[in-house]
């Protein structure tokens, strides 16, 4: 663990209530910059939040078949909510085999299990498989409802900056997704769905040996043994080539997202460079420990002069992978505190200024109860205050 040099700044009127679950600390441009080629672009380290690279990553921009992703995100919920089942088949409409571009070569005398569909939109990136999909969930069986649906789910999970106009990215000048809104979906699928995330990984579908030429992933980094297991590719002519992927080496996950590549080669180089950049450049570090107190705080009033000051979980942040072994940090917390005080309960922040990183705050919790002291405690602190006030005149105060 590293070491923690801790200040401790008991009197200040400084107090957060931001909790470390929405920490998303971002890197300066001046830090270990990636140069990418990309158009828009968004990494996340996905265990500590640590955002590693933002271009133009709230613009809205065309997604192509990366907004594929959210049509799976709502089919696997009505999985698993029972809406659907893996083993159902569902009827192909004239509108979804109507759909040219990446297809699973679907007609209307089929009727195909929902895993086939999945699998085909995931492996395949099949258009008319998103729309079979979409008419059997959507409220008026249309594929424009289907879109409103995830347009409204996508607001409900934080993606604001993206609406759909159908189900698999067909170009259309109201069909829009930003780079983070892609992240944050990619990060809700592999969170939600970890038994069904694996099909991301799957190199190749052959779909009832309709369709030979279209039997393998487009994910240039499965291949790779670099860790990379998803997520999804696209392209159309306005949107360029892009990915939106995920790698895991060890204990660390790495989601990110490229936009608007002029061809698969240069899609393939940056994401690979990516991914190693991400994993070479930084590495995850325990600053604090859950339960072991970074610092005491006096204590008004209580039957115990302090009380212990800790982090409610291990306390991990990202650092330049070659920084140094200590990290500056400070207690700030109004005081003394005034028992009774409750073991969990929010006392403090640890404000964390990492080497040429932004600053993180994290919440410290009281480590064990303190009770207001007794009639000896009383008399005591009183006697204080009236040697503090008189010692400091008429105009003193505490």
Known sequence: MMHLNVMKSGRSTLRTALLASVLVPVLSSAVLAFDTRARAAYVIDQGTNTVLLSKNAETPLPPASMSKLMTLYVAFEAVRDGLLSMEERLPVSQHAMSYKGSTMFLDTQDRVKVADLLRGIIVLSGNDACVVIAEALSSDGTEAGFARLMTRRAREMGMMDSTFTNSNGWPDPGHRMSARDLAILANRLIEDFPEFYPMFAEREFEFDGRAPSNVRNRNPLLRLD????????????????????????????????????DTTRTRAE???????????????????????????????????PTVGLVPNEDIEILLPALSGDEVKAEVVYTGPITAPIQAGQQLAELVVHPTDLPEMRIPLVAQQDVATGGFPVRVMTAARILITRFLSGPEGTL
């Open 226 to 261: 670099i860790g990379a297991d998803g997520l999804k590719t696209g392209h159309t002519e306005e949107a360029g080539y892009g990915l939106v992927g995920s790698a895991k080496q060890g204990d660390r996950r790495v989601v990110f997202v490229l936009s608007g590549l």
């Open 270 to 304: 940056e994401a690979e460079s990516i991914v190693n950049w991400s994993f070479r450049q930084f590495a995850k570090k325990t600053i604090a420990r859950k339960g072991q107190a970074v610092e005491q705080a006096e204590v008004w009033m209580g039957n115990a």
